[in-house]
Structures are given as structure tokens and as C-alpha cells.
């Protein structure tokens, strides 16, 4: 049990953000860490395309990347009682904090304008997801027909890798290929698809989902035995119905120290944060530097003194296109990409080292507390919310 005594910080995910601010918080000796997360390992969702395919697997082992002293509960948050500063969890139980890192990442869009998308699709933001794509993929014949719809960054790794593997694949792209690419990195990815030959619509727009097809806005219907759905992402609702103050798509609203603007104990990171409502791109790129600098806020807060505001960038976009391609596409410090990019064989090397990096990072700072450094500058000129 927690020593009541001590400061109690609770984590809420064990993602990529969660699981840095956990190791990061480990350089103060006068709290007690509890990480909560609903699975016993960690998922490296920028490997699930990977697991689909059976090229790869997406999970790592906690025992490998949690520095000593932080205890693990494999559990989901269900409501946060900020008035009683307890976490009332799914399995029934309480988990009293001090201070809440509130981490609890992004998942498929919960809801969809297009009929059947719930009904037929198959959603890949999680690791269930991943499992449930790749069992339906290994009962079907290799030639069966696969439709991906959505070509941004998730789209393209899945059309690809599947492709690669020898899998048809189709993609619907709703308007643009590649909407987060320049102007020549999206020709230099359509080559490859073409190469890989994956059949890209790119203007198609996908009216309705049905078990064995998918019907374009103009009544067109393709023959889809599989749809796989990547056209969008969401939260989950915990803060929302926490009673907390969140952005249209459920962010938890913080000020740009990333404290939640109802509560100075909850302090958000991660996909599920919206600071002064600008929040960053849904990556791993911008979720562990939030991870450390909400362990940072937390110190801060616990030791009396005024957090720092955030202060990272966006370096450009890493984009596997099979094991054997990959495009790294290169962006200003808001995320605007630009004219430079690097593809073929060479890029794949290098998202590969980038993919790998992610969890050195994490293990370096269980073994270094402090020891993350990121690119800054990133947010100028950002309009500050504050508590209300």
C-alpha cells in the first residue's frame, strides 16, 4: 500500500507519455509513483501495421522499462473524483493521488458519420485492433482483397506493409494522399505505392461500410471483404465524464504547463492534452517530451514553484512504406512540412533506428532520471488558457 505520508502521484496510461513522465518523476526521492494501465505489457503502436502484417511485434515488457520503485496496477480508470482526489477504477476499486499525470493517449474516433463504419470496419489504434485484423487476415486466402481507408500517416504504413507482404490492397484516400507530406514527398510515396502495386483513389470518399464492400459518395461499390479503417482518431472519455474541461474531441484543457485549467493536481501529456487548446499532432514524436515535461509540472507544483510552459517542435514526419522503403519527411518547428525529404532504403534504415530509439529512450531515463533532451522552439506566439 501507498505510504500516506508521501506525496502520491498517479500516472493514468502507460504509453509513450506516461511511461516517460513515470521514469522522469523517479529523480525525487519523496513521492510514490503507481502507473495504471490496462495492459500487463507496453504497446509500441508505431509498430501495429507491423503486427497486422506479421512482420513484426508491438508490445515490449514493462520489466524492461519502468525504473525501480514504480508500481504498476493493470486496471482502466473509469472516473476521477477531483474533489476527494481519488481514481475510481473498472475493477471497483480507489486509488487516492496527490497529483494526476492524466496520459490516457488516443484511440479510434468513437463515433463515424458513415453508416456501418462500427458495424463492418476494422479500426487499428490498438493493440486488440492489430490482433483482430491479423486473425481475420490468417483465415482468409492470401488473395483476398483488402481496402485501407484513410491515407494518412497509419494508412500509408498499413497499405504498404500489407502490400509488400503480397496482400491486394486498395486505398481510399477521402482527397488528398499524404495530407501531412510536401508536394514531393507525396509523388515520391505514390511511386512506391504504384511499385507495391496498391491501387490508391485518392479523391474516393467512402459513403458507407458494409460487411463484403464500400459504397463512394458518387454510388460507386467496391468489393471489400476486409475495410480497414485509419480515417481518424479520438480520446477516450474519461475526463469528459470526470466533469473536466475539454476540447471538441474530448483533450483534457490545460494551460500551456500542461495543468488541467479546473485543477492545478492534474496535469495532462500526451495525444489526450489540448494546452491552450492548440494541442500538438497525435505522435510519439511530440507525446514523450509532453510526458517529461508533465513529470516537470508535477515537480514543480510539489515543490512550491511555477512550472515552465511547454517548449518542443516537430523535426518532420517518419513514414514506413514496407520493410524495404519509408519516407522521412522533413517540417519546420510547427509541424508545416517542407520540400526536403528522404526515401527508399536509406529511409527505411532510418525510421527503423528512429522506431528502436523510442524505447531506448524510455529505458535511459528508468536508468537516468533527467536524461530525455527534445528539439524546442516549436510553440510561439500561443495563447495562454489559465485555471478558471
Known amino acids: 500500500m501507498p505510504d500516506q505520508q508521501r506525496t502520491q502521484v498517479v500516472v493514468l496510461g502507460g504509453g509513450y507519455a506516461g511511461t516517460l513522465a513515470v521514469n522522469r518523476l523517479r529523480r525525487r526521492a519523496d513521492i510514490d509513483i503507481t502507473l495504471v494501465n490496462p495492459r500487463t505489457e507496453f504497446v509500441e503502436r508505431i509498430r501495429l501495421h507491423q503486427l497486422v502484417a506479421g512482420t513484426g511485434t508491438a508490445t515490449a515488457e514493462y520489466s524492461s522499462l519502468l525504473g525501480d520503485g514504480v508500481r504498476l496496477v493493470v486496471d482502466t480508470a473509469a472516473r476521477i473524483d477531483t474533489a476527494g482526489r481519488t481514481i475510481e477504477l473498472a475493477s471497483g476499486a480507489e486509488l487516492p493521488y496527490d497529483y494526476l499525470v492524466y496520459a490516457v493517449g488516443s484511440t479510434a474516433a468513437t463515433t463515424s458519420q458513415v453508416p456501418g463504419v462500427s458495424e463492418h470496419a476494422y479500426p487499428l489504434a490498438e493493440l486488440e485492433h492489430a490482433h483482430r485484423v491479423r486473425e481475420t487476415l490468417d483465415g482468409l486466402p492470401s488473395g483476398t482483397p483488402i481496402t485501407v481507408v484513410g491515407a494518412g500517416l497509419t494508412g500509408l504504413e498499413t497499405a504498404t506493409e500489407l502490400a509488400e507482404r503480397g496482400r491486394p490492397v486498395r486505398l481510399l484516400c477521402g482527397g488528398v494522399l499524404g495530407p501531412a507530406l510536401s508536394a514531393p514527398g507525396r509523388r515520391s510515396v505514390a511511386k512506391r505505392l504504384a511499385r507495391l502495386g496498391v491501387?490508391?483513389?485518392?479523391?474516393?470518399?467512402?459513403?458507407?461500410?458494409?460487411?463484403?464492400?464500400?459504397?463512394?459518395?458518387?454510388?460507386?461499390?467496391?468489393?471489400?471483404?476486409?475495410?480497414?479503417?485509419?480515417?481518424?482518431?479520438?480520446?477516450?472519455?474519461?475526463?469528459?465524464?470526470?466533469?473536466?474541461?475539454?476540447?471538441?474531441?474530448?483533450?483534457?484543457?490545460?494551460?500551456?504547463?500542461?495543468?488541467?485549467?479546473?485543477?492545478?493536481?492534474?496535469?495532462?501529456?500526451?495525444?489526450?492534452?489540448?494546452?491552450?487548446?492548440?494541442?500538438?499532432?497525435?505522435?510519439?514524436?511530440?507525446?514523450?517530451?509532453?510526458?517529461?515535461?508533465?513529470?516537470?509540472?508535477?515537480?514543480?507544483?510539489?515543490?512550491?514553484?511555477?512550472?515552465?510552459?511547454?517548449?518542443?517542435?516537430?523535426?518532420?514526419?517518419?513514414?514506413?512504406?514496407?520493410?524495404?522503403?519509408?519516407?522521412?519527411?522533413?517540417?519546420?518547428?510547427?509541424d508545416t512540412p517542407v520540400n526536403m525529404f528522404l526515401a527508399g532504403r536509406v529511409a527505411a534504415a532510418v525510421k527503423e533506428s528512429i522506431c528502436r530509439g523510442t524505447l531506448w529512450q524510455l529505458r535511459r531515463e528508468a536508468a537516468k532520471p533527467g536524461s530525455s533532451i527534445w528539439v524546442k522552439g516549436g510553440r510561439k506566439g500561443v495563447a495562454t488558457e489559465s485555471m478558471a
Open 199 to 334: 491501387e490508391v483513389q485518392e479523391t474516393a470518399v467512402v459513403a458507407e461500410v458494409r460487411s463484403d464492400a464500400v459504397v463512394l459518395d458518387d454510388n460507386t461499390v467496391l468489393a471489400s471483404p476486409v475495410t480497414i479503417w485509419t480515417a481518424g482518431f479520438g480520446v477516450p472519455e474519461l475526463a469528459r465524464v470526470s466533469g473536466l474541461s475539454t476540447d471538441a474531441l474530448g483533450r483534457l484543457r490545460t494551460d500551456e504547463t500542461l495543468t488541467s485549467v479546473d485543477d492545478d493536481r492534474v496535469i495532462a501529456a500526451g495525444d489526450a492534452a489540448a494546452p491552450s487548446g492548440q494541442p500538438l499532432r497525435m505522435s510519439c514524436q511530440a507525446a514523450i517530451p509532453l510526458g517529461a515535461q508533465a513529470a516537470d509540472t508535477v515537480s514543480s507544483r510539489i515543490s512550491g514553484r511555477l512550472p515552465d510552459p511547454i517548449d518542443q517542435a516537430f523535426v518532420g514526419s517518419c513514414v514506413s512504406l514496407g520493410r524495404r522503403g519509408a519516407i522521412i519527411q522533413a517540417a519546420r518547428r510547427d
